[in-house]
């Protein structure tokens, strides 16, 4: 049949759709929690001033965030301290931090 061993090509076949599956529950349970870009330690930019609640992008994300230690103004660089659900806890980003980085 079309010079294919139906067994062997029917493996083939179910292999790769079972990765396909795989990657795809993979990506979906990253958008879910954020995995992806909302980790202790990643960079991002506050988007409106956090006194001490606010919005900040990470990985071109928008996340609400809570300042740690004061106000931060819009546009200043932040680094992520700690997650709470669908908040982040975000400080000021050093200039030491972003070269470490």
Avoid: Y
Wanted: proline share 4%.
């Amino acid at each position: 049949m079309c010079g294919f061993d139906s067994p062997s090509w029917m493996k083939t076949f179910l292999c790769a759709c079972r990765q396909l599956a795989v990657c795809w529950q993979q990506r979906q349970r990253d958008k879910r929690t954020g995995a992806t870009a909302a980790r202790v330690g990643a960079h991002g930019v506050g988007v409106t001033e956090l006194a001490p609640t606010g919005f900040v992008t990470i990985a071109g994300e928008l996340w609400a965030a809570t300042a740690v230690g004061g106000r931060l103004a819009p546009g200043a660089p932040v680094v992520i301290v700690g997650v709470n659900g669908v908040r982040l806890a975000v400080a000021a980003l050093v200039r030491d931090q972003a070269h470490a980085s």
